[in-house]
């Protein structure tokens, strides 16, 4: 039984380049992290001792992301004879070679002291790590082997002065591979996510040129700067007002769960867990919200009660929000009213809050707006303190 992956002709390049450092980058849609996942799957399944250590910033994140992408393209394919796919520690082998996928978050500090056997480190959201952190990863990766070591980074460029940018792009790294893609460039793009960047391109430009077309650039006019991230695993002993908000994932977009402890007294909120992730089971969610909410209430998405529904069967306490005209902004200015601490592992909200800007005109003039983008675990969190923000039971979202 052999292997057959579609290819995307645009990543030829990427699959015959020999250099340690393989920089996937560009606008999202383009099946960059697609392409990679498929190419270490052929890697470990064709090369004799061979190892991969796949890796995002923080590890709660990955089992929704870049497990779960592997697990598809081995099902997608038909191919799941070929592998072992461990659940418990998130590892792949490949019954051909015996060769592993190990999976990491630059936080679980036990399983990167382990890596010197490893033969490839790919680097997801590669903008999410600091450049300190992308050092250390690359002195590990040394040692003799018959594969040249190699590291792939795949990520969406947003800030003009990245560490990424001003490193690999600007000053320039030898024995290294840049490729930058675009949906343009993906001849498997679906419909339904054309339509988000259809919409998106409508709403804001600026937004579309740096999140579809992958240009280096910087978010104005950001809604958020009344928050910061912290390491609250010292202080989560103390919490005990806790909310919980729940926003559905349609297509493209992801499911974002968030948790969070209200102190109302000093007008902070304090996030202190999430989970995201796209085409997520109902029996797996259910059991992943029993461990962190037990019988708490979480306040849900109500246009979709079927989904409510299937929550409720499932043990969950899930009652739907209210929300309404005017609840977006609202919400907004409520929240801007509060000091935002955000736990350092929930990358997904760190990054939404970094990212959620303004709608602007075709001038560059700023509308009261939101963008309706990065905004997930934003929603989420505006569902868990509905009845915070609420200004009387007849008068509720009287602006």
């Known amino acids: 039984m052999k292997i057959r992956f579609r290819f995307n002709p645009v990543f030829k390049k990427a699959a015959k380049s020999k250099a340690r450092y393989k920089i996937l980058y560009g606008g999202a849609g383009s099946g960059k992290s697609h392409y990679i996942a498929q190419k270490i799957l052929l890697d470990i399944s064709t090369r004799r001792k061979y190892k991969v250590l796949a890796i995002r910033k923080v590890h709660n994140t990955i089992r929704l992301s870049l497990f779960a992408m592997f697990e598809k393209i081995i099902r997608e394919n038909n191919i799941e004879k070929l592998f072992t796919i461990h659940q418990g520690d998130m590892s792949i082998r490949s019954k051909l070679t015996g060769n592993k996928i190990v999976f990491s978050g630059l936080d679980n500090v036990e399983k990167l002291k382990s890596i010197a056997d490893v033969n490839c480190i790919w680097i997801e959201e590669a903008t999410d790590i600091t450049n300190k952190d992308f050092d250390q990863l690359d002195l590990r990766l040394r040692g003799l082997s018959e594969w040249k070591y190699e590291i792939y980074m795949s990520f969406n460029p947003i800030s003009e002065i990245h560490w990424i940018k001003r490193r690999f792009f600007d000053i320039g790294v030898k024995d290294s591979f840049i490729l930058k893609t675009t949906y343009k460039d993906n001849l498997y793009v679906g419909e339904k996510f054309l339509e988000v960047l259809n919409r998106l391109k409508e709403d804001d430009y600026q937004y579309f040129r740096i999140y579809a077309l992958g ?3 910087s978010i104005g006019n950001l809604i958020f700067k009344n928050w910061r991230t912290e390491d609250l695993s010292d202080v989560m002993a103390e919490f005990d007002n806790y909310f919980n908000g729940l926003d ?7 499911l974002a769960f968030v ?29 992943e919200l029993k461990k962190r909410i037990k019988n708490e ?55 939404e809050f970094g990212l959620y800007k303004w709608k602007e005109d075709k ?31 007849n008068t509720f979202w009287n602006l």
């Open 259 to 287: 948790r969070l402890h209200y102190d109302k007294k000093r007008k902070k909120i304090y996030i202190t867990d999430e989970i995201f992730g796209t085409e997520v089971d109902f029996d797996w969610l259910a059991i």
């Open 248 to 254: 559905w994932g349609f297509s493209v977009d992801p």
């Open 363 to 393: 001038y560059g003039l700023v509308l009261p707006k939101p963008v309706d983008a990065y905004n997930h675990g934003i929603d989420a969190l505006r569902y868990a303190l509905e009845d915070e923000m609420r200004y009387g039971a």
């Open 215 to 217: 240009e280096w650039g």
């Open 297 to 351: 209430v979480v306040t849900v998405d109500s246009s979709e009660p079927r989904s409510k529904n299937e929550l409720i069967r499932r043990g969950i306490n899930a009652v739907g929000a209210v929300k309404g005209a005017g609840s977006v902004e609202h919400g907004i200015k409520w929240l801007k009213q509060h000091e935002i601490i955000i736990d350092k592992k929930c990358q997904n909200v760190i990054n």
